[in-house]
C-alpha cells in the first residue's frame, strides 16, 4: 500500500509498502530536495483491510525537514545589462 507520512512540507506518500496483517513496518522517510529530514525512518502498522498507516502521526510518525544552507551567485537583470553578485546565502524556501 501506499503510505502517507505527515510533515511540516505536507504529507509525503511512500509507494509500495509491503508487510503482513498486524506487522509493524519501517517505512524510509523520502528525501526532499534542499531540505534534512529529522529522522530516516517512521513505524507503521499494517490494518486488516491492507491500509498501511503512520504510529503516532503527531509524534514519533511525523517528519520534520529542515531548510539546508544555499550559497549561490545572482544574476540581476538591468538596463546597463546584467550584474551578479557573488556568493548570496540563504536557506531552501
Known amino acids: 500500500a501506499n503510505v502517507t507520512i505527515p510533515s ?14 498486524g506487522e509493524h513496518v519501517t517505512v524510509d522517510v523520502p528525501l526532499l530536495k534542499g531540505y ?11 490494518n486488516p483491510d491492507g491500509t498501511i ?6 509524534t514519533t510518525g511525523k517528519v520534520t ?14 538596463n546597463q545589462g546584467d550584474q551578479t553578485v557573488p556568493d548570496v546565502t540563504g536557506k531552501t524556501g
Do not use: E, F, L
Open 36 to 46: 534534512t529530514p529529522d529522522k530516516t525512518t517512521v513505524p507503521a502498522t499494517v
Open 8 to 21: 511540516n512540507q505536507g504529507n509525503q506518500t511512500v509507494p509500495d509498502v509491503t508487510g503482513k496483517t
Open 53 to 58: 498507516t503512520v504510529d503516532n502521526p503527531t
Open 65 to 78: 525537514y529542515t531548510p539546508n544552507d544555499a550559497k549561490a551567485n545572482v544574476t540581476i537583470p538591468s
